[in-house]
């Protein structure tokens, strides 16, 4: 590798870091407050919340992966055209395939982490996490405060007056449903205790209480109870022995034994699943690839807001096509390889006719004008006159 293959690849795995780095923060952002919220309104330990956080981080990066690759490269080859080392490196006879070498084994590089990623690592945090999720409701960790009111089963509001440590018993027990929003119930007892039904499924054993149901036809149920079992919607304290694994937390060879061994929905459910797992990889190689000649073709004046417009067009495109194809091979109308393989192929090919027609001097014009409109649109909207800079 010449020094500027090696420029080219330390100038775009640097901006590709920064911006996986960034990405992953942002998406993750949202998940990492409803953990804060746990912490500090359910009292979960700010340990738990911490493993649980570091097993999210590697489905989060599979998943912003193939973003940052392109961002990363198209504001790199941004600022080497707004610097005009662009402009130097083609005066010098460089051609854009001595350019795609580096570009590619970057990019191929972060597609192998993402297949090991994908393969490996996320389907045993995911698994991870799940556990920590479901022993976080067990019985020892429910952790329902004395007077304040707790939602840590969806569509409860549970409210306790006293809660006796030593033998689990609930005292004072207020409970609102709304997991059917037509017919509203609310729940007051004496006591409680937290049990398991033989289905699994976690349930409050309520006794001396009262049940009140508001009808959809707007009449009031009233019933007066000695015992009541409510159930709650979800299996507490389960260990892993317990409990069967989803198919996002299989490993790749216990997919293909589902496959051989499902029946009709399962098979189709974990093909799809197995062919998810390739998407990711594949579209960080070709958005990767990509970026190159959609990159070369900005000009000094474009500078960074070339980059930032095409990065996120491509990826509307490239989204759109896998969504497409899922939802239609989800619904069984086509077969999941086409479902997945279909949008790939079109972003292969559009990667080859793009990158074949930049060798030749051909500017992808629609992608420049598409730009140039984009970029300058807000200066036209301020000037006076126009719309929103028009003076009263």
Known sequence: M??????????????????????????????????????????????????????LIPQ??????????????L???????QDSEMVVMKASGVSLYQMLKPIALLTSVCAMGALFFEMIWVPNSFHQFNQLKISLLSSTTLNLKPQTFSSVVPGLTIYINDHEQTNHVLKGILIYDERKPDSPVTLVAAKGRLHHLPNGKAA??????SRHEQMKNSHYRHLNFATYDLELGVSLG??????????????MSSLDDVIATGD?????DAKLEWHRRWSFPLATLILGILALPLGVQQSHRSGRSYGLVMAILTLIVHIFLLSLGESVAKQGLIP???????????????????T????????????MMLVHTMASMPLKLLRPGSFIGKQE
């Not at 504001?75 to 055209?81: A, D, E, F, Q």
């Open 2 to 55: 010449n020094r500027i293959s090696r420029y080219l690849f330390a100038e775009c795995a640097t901006a590709i870091l920064s911006a996986l780095l960034i990405l992953t923060f942002l998406v993750m952002l949202p998940r990492i407050l409803q953990l804060v919220d746990l912490w500090v309104n359910k009292g979960v330990s700010i340990n738990v919340l911490g493993k649980m956080s570091l097993l």
């Open 60 to 73: 989060f990066i599979v998943g912003v992966l193939p973003m940052a690759v392109l961002t990363g490269i």
């Open 75 to 81: 504001l790199s080859l941004g600022r080497l055209s």
């Open 204 to 209: 409050l054993y309520l006794t001396d209480g």
């Open 238 to 251: 389960m260990g892993s022995e317990g409990r069967k694994r989803g198919l996002e937390e299989m490993s």
């Open 264 to 268: 009709q929905e399962q098979i189709r």
């Open 336 to 354: 999941p390889v086409v479902g997945y393989g279909l949008p790939t192929l079109i972003m292969i090919g559009l990667t080859f006719y793009i």
């Open 356 to 367: 074949i027609n930049t060798a030749r001097g051909r500017p992808f014009k629609f992608a």
